[in-house]
């Protein structure tokens, strides 16, 4: 008699609840890993719950994988080299990886969040930063080439970190482009649609080079519909959409 395979076991576990509950090492390591790497856009925050964030979302729709969320809050492409490459990569030993980074790299700025000036006024009083900024907001505008991230330091972190899945023999990296952002983040930021274009051009030509890279472009919209009061963070109908071009891909 054929024995049946890894795929009829973890449908099997899948759907008895009791055996779910007890049998949780063994689920797990059926399960194929999917590192979910992001900035704050794939967070909760107020007016967005975490059962509305994509990937909350997805994990009830899409039980055969196990998604490992790491997003940090101002995250940009510098933080997937850390630790070597194990702190979102090699600990995990993932089978796929999704990315959804860019915004914190690209958009114009007043002055880097990464530069020293920034960090000293940081640390001053409430006080002195109210009267600064003014000030130096009537001298100084965002620039294009005043980024946190530069375009040129942008490719050269995705291509270090695909080259890296590369070697880990991560199976696909889906990547989810730079959302367009709404009315009211390009009223506060006018260059920063331009920005975006320009760093979402990079994304377009990975698929080229590495063949394993999916690129998606699920906020492509550029209505406020889709995003909290800011005009760019996604609110429950926006995180829906890149939950849904996600789940296309696991059908």
Known sequence: MMSKGPEYQLGFYLNDPYLCQNNRTILKTMLKRVLCIGDSLGLPRPGVDYTHTWVSMLREQTRDRDFIALFRRSGTTEMLSEWEYGEYLYFYNPSEVILQLGICDCAPRYMRTTSLGYRLLAKMPKGVQNVFWPIYKKFVKRSLNRTDVSIERFEH?????????????????IIIKVATPGPTMVRANPLVERSVERYNAIYDLLPRRYPFVTVINPLCFGQDEYYAGDGYHPNEAGNREVMQELQKLYA
Do not use: D, S, T
């Not at 972190?157 to 990296?173: D, G, S």
């Open 157 to 173: 972190n995705l291509e270090n970190y695909l080259n890296q899945c590369c070697l880990a023999k991560v199976e696909r990296v």
